[in-house]
C-alpha cells in the first residue's frame, strides 16, 4: 500500500517536475543542412558547413532566437543526386525542421529542392548559382548568391572597359553547369559590347594537365587580349601557373572559384600577376564585417577560410536567422514570408536585397585583382 | 511440394499487401527509400541476367540505366519546359508529351537498342576485355549527356520531370523483371545461356548460337535497365549525368556480387543490403552525442563500411550472401527439419 | 608561334603526360598478366604515396628524399593491400579480385579523407622543378624533363631486372605459365609480391611527380590516373612491360592532340574519343601492340 501510493506520488512528482521544467527549457529550433562532405563537391561544400556551423555557434552564443537556439541537422550528400534527395526527405519528414540552408549546385539543389517545395518548408541554395533557381522550383525556394549572369557580365564589362580588350579565349570546365554558364554568359556580354571570341577550349573536370590548351592559346595569332578561366575551385591556382610559365603573359579573368587564399601560394606569387576574378566576398583584410568572420574562422578551425563559400555558408545561417527574428511565429509559412521581407542583408558576402518576388537577390558582384600576391578590391559592382 | 508451388503467388500477395501498408503509413522519407530499393533491385537482377547467368561481366549498365532514363524523361518532360530546356529535339517531340508507362517503356527499347549496336561488335571479347570495353559505352554515355546540351541540358542535369514513379509503378515493373528473369534462366534459353557461361565450345559444338544467345540476353538486360532508370527519373524528379558514372558502375557492381551472382535471390539481397545499410549508418556521420557518448564528426563512414564490407565479403564469401543458389520454401523447411544432419552429404559451403 | 613549333610543344606535352601514364600503367599491366586482375586501386595505392610524401616536402626535406618517401609510402601500401586483401584471393575468380580492389580503392580514398581535407594540397615549391627550360619556342619545366628522364631510367631499371635477375625471370616465367612455373618450383605468393611492390613503387614515383608538375592533390587524385593507366596498359597490350610504357604515350599523346587540334565543340567530349580508341583496339587489335596473342576473344 505505501510502496504503491509512495510510487505514484513519486511519479506525479517528477511528471509535474518535467512538465515545468518543460516550459522553461526551450527546444532548440530545427535548422537542416544538406551539404557534401565527401565526393568532388566536397571541395566547395566543406567550408560552406564551416561557415554556417560557426554561424550557428555565434548567434547561439549570442542568446539565440527568441530565446531558443539553433539546432543545425546536418547530412553529408556525398555529392551524389540520390544521397542529396534522401538528406531532403529525412530533413523534412523524420528530422522535421522549419527551414533548410544547402547544396553549392544548381543540380542538387534542384534535386532536393522539391521536396522541401511540397512541403512548405522554406529551402535557402548556397551556392548553386543558376540565374533563375528559385523559379524553377517554388515560392519556398531562395538563393544566396547572385546568379551565373550577374557574374560573367561583371566580367565582361570589366575586361572590356578596365583592361580595353576586344578579343578574348575562353577556356571552361566543360563537365560542370556552373563553368560553361558562366562562359557562355560572359560570351554573350562580351560580344555583345562589341568584343570577338577568338577561339574557345574545354577541359574534363578532375584534369590538371592544360598543357594542350596552354599551347593551343599561345599558337593564337593574333593573340586575344585577355583569357576568360571559367574553372571550378582548386584548378584555378594549377591552370594559371601552367599558363604563366608556359609563356603567357595575358591577363587571366576568373569566376569566383579563383577566391581562395592558396591560389597565390599555388600558382606562385610572380605568376599571379595580371590576374583578376569575380567573387561574392572580397577575403582583404581591410572591412570591418569581412576580418571579423576571417578571424572568427581562423579561432575555430585553425585554417582561413578556403574559399568564397565558406562566407556563403555562413551568410545562408544568418540570413535565415534573420528571417526567423522577423517571422511572427517560428513556423516554416512565417519564415518564408519574412524572407521576403529583408531588404538590407549585410553579410561578408555583401549586401543583398530578398524582397525579388522571383527569390533571385539582387546582389553585388565584387572584383578583385592580385597584386604582388595579395588581393586587391577592384570594385563591388553589378551588370 | 504444393507449398513450394504456391511460393510466388504468396510471395506477391505479401508484397501487394506490404506495399498498400507502407503507402498509408510510412512518411515521403522510407517511401523514397523503398523507391530506391525497388529501382536497385531492378538494376541488380537484370545486371545479374547478362553477368552472372550469361558471363558477360559489363560494367556498361548505368548506360543503359541514362539513356533509358533520359528517352523516358524527354518524353513525358512538360509541353511548357521543353522548348526553353531542351530545344534540340525536332517539333514534333517538342510539343507532345507521352503518357508515363508507354515513354518507360520505349526508354527500356532505346536501351535495347544501344545494346544490340555496342554489343553485337564487343561482346565476342572475353571477360576483363569485355568490362574494359562497357566501361568505356558507360564514359561515352556520360561524356554524351555532357556535352550534347540541347538535348540533355548537360550537366545541371533534367529537372521537372513529372512525378509519375510510385511504389506501385516501381515494385510492379520490378516483380516483372524478376519474373521474366526467373522464367527465362529456367527455360531452354537460360539452360543454352548458361551453357555459352560455362564452355562457350561445347555449346558451340552442341548447336547453341553463342552470338545469339549473348546479344538476347545483353539485349534484355539493357532492355529492364532502361526502364529502371526511366523509373529513377521519374522518382528523384531530375536525371543528372553525374548518377551515371564510375560510382554507379561500382555500386551495381558490389549490390551483384555482394548477393550473389548467378542467383535471383542474391541479386535482391545484395540491392536490399547496399540501400538499406547506408541508411542506418548516415546518423552517425554527423557526430554528436550517441547514447551518452560524444562522437566527433565522422565524414564518408558510410562509404568506408560499405568497402570493408565489401572487402571482407570477397575474402570470407565470395561467392556472396546467397552464392548462385535460390531461395527455395523446399529447401528451408527440409533444413529446419534436419538441424544436425549435413543436406544429401554436399559440403555446406563451398569455397571455390 | 609557327605551326611547327606548336606541333613540338603539344607533342612535348603529350610525352610528358605519356610517360606518367606510362609508369602507371606499368605496374597495372604486370598484375594483369600474372593475376588476370584490374586493380582498381592501384591509383589511390599511387594517391597514397604521395600524401605521405607532403608532409616530408613541408619539413624542408630536399627532393631525392620526398621522391625516396613517396616511393616508400607506395611500395609499403601496395604491399600491405596485396598481402592482406589480394594475396588470400589468389585462386578465386577473376571477379572476386576486381570487386575487392573496388572496396580497397574506396576505403583508401574515404580514409585519407576523413584524416585530412577535401581542399587540393600541394607539395612544398621547389625552385629547381619549377625552373623553366626553353628549347626554341617549346616552354617545359625541369620538372618535366625530370619525369622523362626518370620514367627511361625506372623503365631501364625494371627491364634489367626482369631480363638479368633471378626474381625477374621467375616473374617473366610466372606471366608465360603460372601453372608451369609453379611446378618448377616458384614461390607464387612471393613472386606475387615482388610484381606487387614493384609496381606500386613506380606508381608512387608517378604519384610525386603528379603532385610537383600540377600542384593540385586530393584523395580522389589517384583514382582517375588509375583508370587511365589500365586503359593504356591495354592499348599498348596487357601484360607486357615495354607494351604499358608504349601505351602510356599513346594515350598521353593522344589526350593532349586531340584538345590542340580540334575545335571546341568536338574536343569536349575527349575522354568519350579515349574510350571508343579503347573499344576499337580492343575489337582490331585486342593483345594491343605488344601484347601477346592470348586468348581475348571468346
Known amino acids: ?178 563553368t560553361r554558364a558562366i562562359a557562355g554568359f560572359f560570351k554573350e556580354k562580351f560580344t555583345k559590347l562589341g568584343g570577338k571570341i577568338v577561339d574557345e577550349s574545354s577541359y574534363h573536370t578532375g584534369d590538371t594537365d592544360y598543357s594542350a590548351h596552354v599551347t593551343k592559346i599561345r599558337s593564337l595569332n593574333p593573340q586575344p587580349d585577355v583569357i576568360y578561366a571559367a574553372m571550378n575551385p582548386g584548378d584555378d591556382a594549377t591552370f594559371v601557373r601552367q599558363a604563366r610559365e608556359g609563356g603567357i603573359t595575358l591577363p587571366i579573368i576568373g569566376g569566383d572559384a579563383f577566391d581562395n587564399p592558396d591560389l597565390v601560394k599555388n600558382a606562385g606569387a610572380k605568376n599571379t600577376k595580371d590576374v583578376y576574378f569575380t567573387t561574392h566576398m572580397a577575403m582583404t583584410q581591410d572591412g570591418g564585417a569581412v576580418t571579423k568572420f576571417i578571424n572568427a574562422y581562423k579561432a575555430e578551425y585553425g585554417v582561413p577560410p578556403e574559399n568564397a563559400f565558406a562566407g556563403l555558408g555562413y551568410d545562408s545561417v544568418y540570413l535565415m536567422a534573420e528571417a526567423m527574428k522577423r517571422a511572427k511565429d517560428l513556423t516554416s509559412k512565417d519564415i518564408n514570408d519574412a524572407i521576403f521581407t529583408i531588404t538590407d542583408f549585410n553579410g561578408v558576402t555583401g549586401k543583398a536585397n530578398f524582397s525579388n518576388p522571383k527569390r533571385a537577390p539582387d546582389k553585388e558582384v565584387t572584383l578583385i585583382a592580385v597584386k604582388d600576391g595579395k588581393f586587391e578590391l577592384v570594385g563591388n559592382r553589378k551588370p | 511440394m504444393s507449398a513450394q508451388k504456391y511460393f510466388p503467388l504468396l510471395a506477391l500477395m505479401v508484397l501487394i499487401a506490404g506495399l498498400w501498408l507502407a503507402q498509408h503509413s510510412l512518411n515521403a522519407f522510407y517511401l523514397q527509400i523503398l523507391g530506391l530499393l525497388g529501382i536497385n533491385i531492378m538494376l541488380t537482377v537484370s545486371l545479374n541476367f547478362a553477368a552472372g547467368y550469361g558471363g558477360m561481366f559489363s560494367l556498361g549498365h548505368p548506360a543503359f540505366a541514362a539513356l533509358g532514363g533520359y528517352a523516358a524523361a524527354v518524353l513525358t518532360y512538360p509541353v511548357t519546359l521543353k522548348p526553353s530546356r531542351i530545344p534540340g529535339y525536332p517539333d514534333w517531340l517538342l510539343h507532345h508529351t507521352v503518357p508515363f508507362v508507354p515513354a518507360l517503356l520505349i526508354g527500356g527499347v532505346v536501351a535495347s537498342i544501344a545494346a544490340v549496336l555496342v554489343g553485337w561488335p564487343v561482346l565476342r571479347l572475353r571477360g576483363h576485355y569485355l568490362a574494359v570495353a562497357t566501361l568505356g559505352l558507360t564514359v561515352i554515355v556520360q561524356v554524351s549527356i555532357v556535352n550534347l546540351v540541347d538535348y540533355t541540358r548537360g550537366a545541371l542535369g533534367l529537372s521537372g520531370i513529372p512525378n509519375h514513379s510510385n511504389l506501385w509503378w516501381i515494385f510492379g515493373f520490378m516483380v516483372l523483371t524478376i519474373y521474366v528473369v526467373y522464367r527465362l534462366v529456367n527455360s531452354r534459353f537460360g539452360r543454352a545461356l548458361r551453357a555459352v557461361r560455362d564452355d562457350y565450345v561445347a555449346a558451340q559444338m552442341s548447336g547453341v548460337n553463342v552470338a545469339r544467345t549473348r546479344l538476347i540476353a545483353f539485349t534484355i538486360s539493357a532492355f529492364f535497365a532502361g526502364i529502371a532508370g526511366g523509373l529513377l527519373g521519374h522518382l528523384l524528379r531530375i536525371l543528372t549525368p553525374g548518377q551515371f558514372s564510375f560510382n554507379a558502375v561500382f555500386i551495381g557492381v558490389a549490390m551483384m556480387i555482394l548477393g550473389g551472382m548467378g542467383s535471383i535471390t542474391g541479386s535482391v539481397i545484395g540491392a536490399i543490403v547496399m540501400t538499406i545499410l547506408p541508411q542506418f549508418i548516415i546518423p552517425f556521420e554527423r557526430g554528436g552525442s550517441f547514447f551518452g557518448y560524444e562522437l566527433p564528426a565522422l565524414n564518408g563512414l558510410t562509404q568506408i563500411v560499405i568497402a570493408l564490407i565489401l572487402i571482407l565479403a570477397m575474402l570470407v564469401r565470395p561467392e556472396g550472401i546467397a552464392g548462385s543458389k535460390e531461395f527455395s520454401f523446399r529447401e528451408m523447411i527440409a533444413r529446419s527439419r534436419r538441424p544436425m544432419e549435413q543436406t544429401s552429404g554436399r559440403p555446406a559451403v563451398k569455397w571455390k | 608561334m609557327s605551326s611547327l613549333t606548336v606541333f613540338l610543344q603539344q607533342l612535348s606535352n603529350g610525352l610528358v603526360l605519356g610517360f606518367l601514364y606510362g609508369l602507371i600503367a606499368i605496374g597495372l599491366s604486370m598484375v594483369y598478366g600474372l593475376l588476370r586482375m584490374i586493380n582498381f586501386a592501384h591509383g589511390d595505392v599511387l594517391m597514397l604515396g604521395v600524401f605521405v610524401a607532403l608532409p616530408v616536402s613541408w619539413l624542408g626535406a630536399p627532393f631525392p628524399i620526398v621522391l625516396l618517401a613517396g616511393i616508400a609510402a607506395a611500395t609499403v601500401a601496395g604491399g600491405i593491400v596485396q598481402w592482406t586483401v589480394y594475396q588470400p584471393l589468389i585462386r578465386s575468380k577473376d571477379v572476386t579480385l576486381l570487386v575487392a580492389s573496388l572496396g580497397v580503392s574506396l576505403l583508401l580514398q574515404n580514409v585519407v579523407l576523413m584524416l585530412t581535407s577535401p581542399q587540393p594540397k600541394r607539395p612544398e615549391p621547389n625552385p629547381f622543378l619549377d625552373e623553366p627550360f626553353q628549347l626554341g619556342g617549346v616552354y617545359l619545366r625541369n620538372v618535366d624533363l625530370m619525369i622523362v628522364g626518370l620514367a627511361i631510367v625506372s623503365v631501364l631499371c625494371v627491364h634489367f631486372f626482369l631480363q638479368y635477375t633471378r626474381p625477374g625471370l621467375a616473374l617473366r616465367a610466372l606471366a608465360q605459365d603460372l601453372g608451369a612455373a609453379r611446378m618448377m618450383g616458384i614461390r607464387v605468393p612471393r613472386m606475387v609480391a615482388v610484381c606487387f611492390l614493384l609496381g606500386s613503387g613506380l606508381a608512387g614515383v608517378a604519384g610525386v611527380f603528379i603532385g610537383y608538375k600540377y600542384g593540385h592533390l586530393t584523395p580522389y587524385s589517384g583514382f582517375l590516373p588509375g583508370v587511365k593507366g589500365f586503359v593504356a596498359a591495354v592499348i599498348g597490350g596487357i601484360g607486357s612491360f615495354p607494351g604499358a610504357v608504349v601505351g602510356g604515350i599513346i594515350l598521353g599523346l593522344l589526350e593532349v592532340f586531340l584538345v590542340g587540334y580540334l575545335p571546341d565543340a568536338l574536343a569536349q567530349f575527349r575522354d568519350g574519343y579515349v574510350f571508343f580508341v579503347l573499344i576499337l583496339v580492343l575489337l582490331i587489335r585486342p593483345s594491343g601492340l605488344f601484347g601477346k596473342a592470348e586468348l581475348v576473344k571468346a
Open chain 1, 1 to 178: 500500500m505505501r510502496n504503491v501510493f509512495g510510487k505514484t506520488a513519486l511519479s506525479l512528482a517528477i511528471g509535474l517536475t518535467a512538465m515545468v521544467g518543460g516550459a522553461f527549457a526551450a527546444e532548440p529550433i530545427k535548422l537542416g543542412s544538406i551539404y557534401s562532405l565527401t565526393g568532388s563537391y566536397a571541395v566547395i561544400e566543406d567550408p560552406a558547413l564551416k561557415g554556417a556551423k560557426l554561424a550557428v555557434k555565434e548567434i547561439n552564443a549570442g542568446g539565440g532566437i527568441k530565446g531558443r537556439t539553433i539546432q543545425l541537422i546536418q547530412y553529408d550528400g556525398k555529392s551524389t543526386l540520390a544521397d542529396i534527395a534522401n538528406a531532403a526527405q529525412r530533413l523534412v519528414h523524420e528530422d522535421q525542421v522549419i527551414a533548410i540552408v544547402g547544396v553549392a549546385d544548381s543540380g542538387f539543389y534542384l534535386a532536393s529542392a522539391p521536396i522541401a517545395q511540397d512541403a512548405g518548408i522554406p529551402y535557402l541554395d548556397t551556392g548553386g548559382t543558376v540565374p533563375n533557381l528559385p523559379e524553377q522550383v517554388g515560392e519556398f525556394a531562395h538563393m544566396m548568391p547572385f546568379g551565373d549572369d550577374y557574374q560573367a557580365y561583371v566580367a565582361a564589362e570589366f575586361a572590356q572597359k578596365d583592361l580595353g580588350a576586344k578579343s578574348a579565349f575562353i577556356l571552361r570546365d566543360g563537365d560542370t553547369d556552373y
